[in-house]
């Protein structure tokens, strides 16, 4: 059977009955080549997910294999569908790194290539990566496994084609002080949402589905109170707001990952590093362990930029090598005590946090890149994801510092 007619058959009979009349933390891509859809015939699918996906292993036709370890890079989709990708993939050619973790739902909300017309996303997507069949292609022939990237509960679109699935404030879309707008982790239309994505993703060929922002907005604790919003099926949960918080979001982690395994799909997600730290992220239900027992792999963002005066280090931006040492001994901690550990890949800094101020920040290059990998390699975590949101990636740097 050839794939298109699989596709046919499975996947597309499932997500055009669920269809409705019509339907990452970097700032949003420009719209450039995009859709000429308006917002408003934007297609919300409304029905759940079947309780019960179709039994068989979904064959997207390209064969990518899971590399002897992760080590990867952060790839936008202006950057995937453009003349930036050919360098990149000159880089993974030149190097031992070996992965891209690329943007298919985006931090706006918007997809970044244009599906099958009737795919239920088509009016959400842009025409970043043109040819994403092309794309995936050169990527198997340069054996560079492929990860796809799909913000989760930060989703603008989605936020004002459906208030009722956000937070309001006088009657209107809560908006975070930079613009951005959030959709409700209690809501499980929102689930269906993204896992449908998801999917999208893994019948492109994507090996492996990554769910960033799997969170409320950061201070929600100190919001909650004054934004209103539905709790759905958390509503008549007695126990109080933070653990009715972490309850959703580990539930949704744990749905997304039973859904997608008729994909052969590896599911992993972003986590904030100091989630590891606390028993619980309060305002923004991040339990680590807890998502840590429902994916495959976990991703802490442990940035040295990001931190403030931990593990003893009172500017952890000065000190690579010492933060990343000190977060990585305090994870396998955690790792240690689960029943199924997930494989961890971190997520490191390679750009310059200059916003810091003179004296708190350093100029990050390869002495700065190889540090924190080497305190991972030291820790026995050999996997790992660098992040630059320009897609600018220092050269000369060795990758694999304890080889």
Do not use: C
Not at 118 to 128: E, M, V
Not at 167 to 187: I, L, R
């Amino acid at each position: 059977m050839k794939r298109s007619d699989k596709k046919k058959i499975t996947v597309l009979a499932v997500l055009l009955s669920l269809a409705g009349t019509a339907f990452a933390d970097q700032p949003a891509q420009a719209a450039a080549n995009g859709s000429s859809l308006a917002l408003n015939e934007v297609i919300i699918p409304e029905k759940k997910l079947p309780d019960n996906m179709p039994r068989f292993v979904y064959d997207s036709g390209f064969k990518f294999d899971y590399p002897d370890a992760v080590r990867g890079v952060y790839v936008t989709g202006t950057s995937a569908g453009g003349e930036k990708m050919d360098s990149l993939i000159k880089l993974m050619d030149d190097t031992e790194l070996n992965s891209m973790v690329i943007d298919v739902k985006d931090d706006s909300g918007n997809f970044t290539f244009h599906p099958d017309k009737k795919s239920p996303f088509y009016s959400i997507s842009k025409a970043y990566i043109k040819d994403p069949k092309a794309m995936m292609k050169k990527l198997e022939n340069h054996k560079i496994y492929p990860i796809g990237r799909i913000v989760v509960f930060k989703d603008n679109v989605l936020a004002d084609k459906k208030p009722e699935w956000s937070y309001k404030k006088d009657g209107q879309v809560w908006q975070n002080g930079t613009g951005a707008k959030f959709v409700n982790p209690f809501v499980k239309e929102v689930w269906d949402y993204n896992v449908q994505a998801a999917i999208e993703a893994a019948e492109m060929g994507f090996k492996e589905i990554q769910f960033d922002y799997v969170r409320f907005p950061e201070g929600f604790e100190t919001k909650d109170k004054e934004l209103s919003y539905s709790e759905g099926d958390y509503e008549k949960d007695s126990r109080d707001n933070t653990q009715k918080r972490v309850q959703a979001v580990t539930d949704f982690t744990e749905y997304a990952r039973e859904k997608l395994k008729p994909y052969g799909v590896k599911v992993s997600v972003d986590i904030f590093g100091y989630s590891a730290t606390l028993p619980e992220a309060p305002g923004i239900g991040q339990n680590f362990s807890k998502i840590s027992d429902n994916v495959d792999v976990i991703s802490s963002m442990i940035y040295p930029s990001h931190w403030g005066s931990y593990f003893g280090i009172e500017k952890p931006d000065t000190e690579p090598y010492k933060l990343v040492k000190e977060y990585a001994k305090l994870e396998n901690e955690k790792l240690g005590d689960l029943k199924t550990r997930p494989i961890s890949r971190p997520w490191l800094q390679d750009f310059t946090a200059s916003y810091l101020g003179k004296g708190n920040y350093l100029k990050y290059g390869k002495f700065e890149v190889e540090a924190q990998i080497k305190a991972l390699n030291e820790e026995g975590i050999n996997e790992f994801l660098l992040w630059n949101a320009s897609n600018r990636y220092t050269e000369d740097v060795d990758y694999t510092p304890l080889k």
